[in-house]
């Protein structure tokens, strides 16, 4: 991905539902499976790991709040 897709991607993620969340973890998931170039297996990963972090971070704040 190059910086503005990943820019633009982070940006949603920021506002992004936990549904919509999901439902994006989704469609990478079944992406992965169907793809077998490495750039874009790359950004698959590239895209679940951002969302991966992006969880973690919510479920840190929501526990730091209770």
């Known amino acids: 991905m190059d ?4 820019r ?3 940006q949603w993620l ?3 539902t936990d549904e919509e969340i999901e439902a994006r973890r989704q469609k ?3 992406a992965r499976k169907q793809v077998s ?3 874009a ?3 698959i990963a590239l895209g679940l ?3 991966d972090e992006e969880l973690v971070a919510r479920q840190g704040l ?5």
């Open 28 to 30: 990478f998931l079944n």
């Open 41 to 43: 297996r790359a950004d």
């Open 14 to 16: 920021e506002r992004a």
């Open 49 to 51: 790991r951002l969302i």
């Open 3 to 6: 910086k503005e897709t990943v």
């Open 62 to 66: 929501w526990s730091a709040q209770t």
């Open 37 to 39: 170039g490495r750039d």
């Open 8 to 10: 633009g991607f982070l």
